[in-house]
């Protein structure tokens, strides 16, 4: 997704989850809602932009806070900027290894089903919805 960017002549100034639906579908590449929205959560944290949730007839999107080509740029070449510099964006979004001292947490799913889920110690409330509402995307319905 952020290669789009990256590789885009013009800055978008809002960034529809729709919309990055259809480019990376016509890209031939996977698309699904809750990984865009995930990415648009993570540029938020970030401090590239605000991710806002669709209301009342208004799509859920992203509005940059900084040039969208500049931060594909950044996460594209690990962190550097535009001028050459080697100095990380806060805006680069990285997917760090867990930290030892991560807790398992033990579930029994179903029977004969266990599953064990490997978090922080000091899990917040606002990670722990998070979570919640990742997993409720997961289900296949028969």
């Known amino acids: 997704m952020l290669d789009h960017f990256a590789e885009r002549q013009k800055n978008a100034s809002e960034t529809t989850v729709d919309s990055m639906i259809a480019t990376l579908e016509r890209q031939g590449l996977p698309a699904s809602r809750a990984t865009i929205v995930e990415i648009f959560r993570d540029l938020d944290a970030a401090g590239a932009g605000r991710f806002l949730v669709g209301r009342k007839q208004h799509p859920s999107r992203f509005v940059w806070g900084e040039e969208s080509c500049s931060v594909g740029r950044r ?5 550097a900027s ?3 510099e ?8 990285t997917r760090a290894k867990p930290p030892t001292g991560f807790v398992d947490h033990p579930f029994l799913l179903r029977p004969g089903v266990q599953i064990s889920v490997s978090l922080p110690p000091d899990l917040t409330q606002t990670e722990a919805t998070r979570i919640a509402e990742f997993i409720k995307t997961l289900p296949f319905d028969r």
């Open 75 to 79: 996460a594209r070449d690990g962190g």
């Open 82 to 84: 535009d001028a050459g």
């Open 86 to 93: 080697s100095a990380p964006s806060p805006a680069v979004v």
